[in-house]
């Protein structure tokens, strides 16, 4: 085999063959473990081990247990800065930047070897053009190290090739890493860190290559199977780069104060014997898509999706069930007409309950042409008014059934759907089960500042509703509380498929400031003792240093002429908190 780099041209030979980059935050008594085990392996000539420790605490233990093992070339490198537990991905980058080899294989500390899954790696890696070699991980505790490792891994991973499994290890040319400037330093949570990175690596022309007969065990203490966090939207988040380059040419600069390093004396010019020659499959990366959060590569759509180039559906041969758009609404004048004229023309028909307004709302939804129904309760001033949710949803879906909708769509006066959902509503209905209580989510988006800038630190942009569901023959919320509860009925709660989208649907009463208080204030008052959301309702008007601010993308934008017009002035985000990826 000849070995060349990434680009086709023949290595240098004044640098190792592989760099192991462990990223490292207090896992000293892990890795004291597991270091034994993997010794043999490292100690391979070619080889550097890189110990990116991500604070200080362990950097006189960890120094001392790998002078242990001085048949091993060590470097460590240490951030002094103390801090709580982050992603390892400026860790990784940290080692990556401060590593040597031509290639470089990161993993954790706490994985094993079971078999020669470094060797595996590294032959595939060097072995294809642009290649990225990735293994399959398992995760098992110390007491169950009674076995060989092999065996061990056996019971603990099923046989079969799935995507889940390859994890946790991934090898190429230390190209790959400056072509998408490394793993994203932005990320603040758990999570997601290895698939963001391959999507991104995908993007920029590389191929990721499967390697099932490269196993990694994960070792610790307690049970776990790698998936006890995980946090669907944050997947999806973290599976959907904007771009290939994560952040600026700066990357892996985070630390780099060396407190060990064996590299200075020469390394083997020839090429590894050690190598080992495995299968590889061509595998594609776990890259979602922006509006049925489908798998690219490995998924079909569940859904009529106007980005995944599904076949045009077949129109049914029987009449189309009816969509019903309901609404619930009080005092609502200012943002109401413009609500009604976004639905207008992609729904079938408008349900409406006036819940005691005291401004002209029930005059405006009298006029609105696609009104089939307008149900009220009795005016009464603010103080002395009460929330009866679930009672106003009822009536509202039974006045939709008795005007022969077959789905229903919520919406609020400060809502607005984004205009791609509304374009394929039917499309999306049609392809959806006509035989299952099936319902659709979709992110409910806060607007901040701006009309044209939604917010995302945090929580902002994760909130999935199930806002278009089939309507069930029988309509209960005895399952729901009456303040934040959902819209599907019970029957759907309970028996009832969910389809998870990422269409958008914007609120507008976070774009000033003070209708953001009021808000706060309204929902303290009708739930003081938190009871209805433990967190409480201040955050609803914090902003704070995390602050962060999109533009909504031209082709995921609302009707922007149905706001009102005092939202329609309001000012543009400072471009200070405009975050860049990723989404």
Not at 132 to 160: I, K, M, N, S, W
Not at 222 to 241: A, H, L, N, S
């Amino acid at each position: 085999m000849n070995i060349m780099t990434s680009e086709g041209r023949e290595a240098d030979t004044n640098r190792p063959w592989l760099s192991v980059v462990l990223p490292f935050y207090r896992k000293l008594a892990e890795f004291e473990r597991v270091l034994p085990m993997n010794a043999g392996y490292w100690a391979r000539p070619g080889i550097e081990v890189v110990l990116a420790l991500d604070e200080p605490s362990e950097e006189a233990g960890v120094l001392a247990l790998v002078d242990r093992f001085p048949q091993i070339r060590w470097k460590v490198l240490v951030n002094d800065v103390a801090h709580a537990w982050r992603p390892p991905c400026k860790a990784i980058n940290a080692g990556v930047r401060g590593s040597a080899g031509r290639f470089v294989l990161v993993h954790s500390p706490e994985s094993v070897y079971a078999g020669d899954a470094l060797a595996l790696l590294l032959h595939a890696a060097m072995g294809h053009a642009r290649g990225v070699a990735v293994g399959r991980v398992g995760f098992a505790r110390f007491d169950e190290l009674t076995d060989t490792l092999e065996a061990v891994f056996a019971r603990q991973v099923p046989p079969e090739l799935l995507l889940q499994t390859f994890y946790g290890s991934l090898c190429c040319a230390r190209e790959a890493f400056d072509a998408v400037h490394g793993y994203d330093e932005s990320f603040e949570e758990w999570g997601g860190d290895d698939d963001n990175l391959r999507v991104r690596l995908e993007m920029a022309g590389w191929q990721l290559l499967a390697c099932p007969d490269a196993h990694l065990l994960h070792l610790s203490d307690e049970t776990r199977t790698g998936g006890e966090q995980f946090d669907r939207d944050v997947d999806w988040i973290k599976c959907t780069p904007h771009e290939a380059r994560a952040g600026d040419a700066g990357w892996g600069r985070d630390f780099e104060r060396t407190a060990r390093d064996d590299s200075t004396s020469a390394w083997p010019a020839e090429a590894p014997t050690w190598l080992v020659t495995a299968p590889v499959v061509p595998m594609g990366s776990r890259r979602q898509c922006e509006i049925c959060a489908r798998l690219l590569h490995h998924e079909p759509s569940a859904f009529h999706c106007p980005r995944c180039a599904r076949p045009p559906i077949a129109p049914r041969l029987t009449s189309r069930l009816r969509i019903v758009c309901v609404l619930q609404v009080r005092n609502e004048a200012r943002c109401l007409p413009g609500c009604l004229d976004h639905l207008r023309g992609h729904v079938d028909g408008i349900v409406a309950l006036d819940d005691g307004s005291t401004d002209g709302t029930a005059d405006i939804l009298r006029r609105e042409p696609m009104l089939l129904e307008l149900l009220s309760n009795p005016p009464c001033a603010d103080g002395a008014h009460v929330w009866r949710e679930n009672e106003n949803k009822r009536r509202l879906l039974e006045a939709a059934r008795r005007h022969g909708a077959g789905w229903v769509l919520v919406c609020d006066a400060d809502e607005r759907y984004e205009q791609l959902f509304l374009r394929h509503l039917h499309a999306t209905v049609d392809s959806l089960p006509d035989h299952q209580l099936a319902s659709l989510s979709l992110v409910s988006c806060e607007l901040w500042n701006s009309p044209d800038a939604r917010r995302s630190d945090g929580p902002w942009g994760r909130k999935s509703r199930a806002r278009l569901f089939r309507l069930p023959q029988r309509i209960s919320f005895e399952s729901s509380s009456e303040l934040h509860g959902p819209w599907l009925p019970d029957d759907a709660q309970r028996h009832g498929l969910m389809f998870y989208s990422r269409y958008r649907l914007y609120h507008l009463k976070s774009i000033r400031h003070a209708d953001r208080v009021a808000r706060r204030d309204l929902y303290t008052r009708l739930d003081p003792a938190r009871q209805f959301q433990a967190i409480g309702y201040d955050y609803l008007a914090e902003e704070g240093p995390g602050l962060q601010l999109r533009r909504i993308e031209p082709d995921r934008d609302y009707d922007r002429n149905t706001l009102p017009s005092d939202l329609q002035a309001a000012q543009s985000p400072n471009p200070s908190v405009l975050a860049k990826s990723p989404r």
